[in-house]
Nanobody, 123 residues
């Protein structure tokens, strides 16, 4: 059974940091890309970052470049999203999702999703 479980969310002040984790089980992470998405209240789900199968290629939306870093450890079946210099507009539920060999920004192309973890950036 394919399962993705996010953790690491919470409440942080502007300028703070959080590290999200995505634990994968039920499939081989060696052959799948993982994307991070977020959804704020009243807004559509937005692709934030994606990492290739080997970790050699990473992708970010412009608003998080130079602040967020995605990484993966295939042996541990874990994917991480390090978020620094957080801003109030980063507030959302963050999801990790799995698809095949290539990163795409469209959420509809991802087959499996975690339950999400809430990130709130507020003073």
């Amino acid at each position: 059974q394919v399962q993705l479980v996010e953790s690491g969310g919470g409440l942080v002040q502007p300028g703070g940091s959080l590290r999200l984790s995505c634990a994968a089980s039920g499939f081989s992470l060696d052959y799948n890309v993982i994307g991070w998405f977020r959804q704020a209240p009243g807004k559509e789900r937005q692709g934030v970052s994606c990492i290739s199968v080997t970790g050699g290629a990473t992708y970010y939306i412009d608003s998080v470049k130079d602040r967020f870093t995605i990484s993966r450890d295939n042996a541990k079946k874990m994917v991480y999203l390090q978020m620094n210099n957080l801003k109030p507009e980063d507030t959302a539920v963050y999801y990790c999702a799995q698809r095949g060999y290539s990163c795409l920004s469209s959420a509809s192309t991802y087959a499996n999703w975690g339950q999400g973890t809430q990130v709130t950036v507020s003073s």
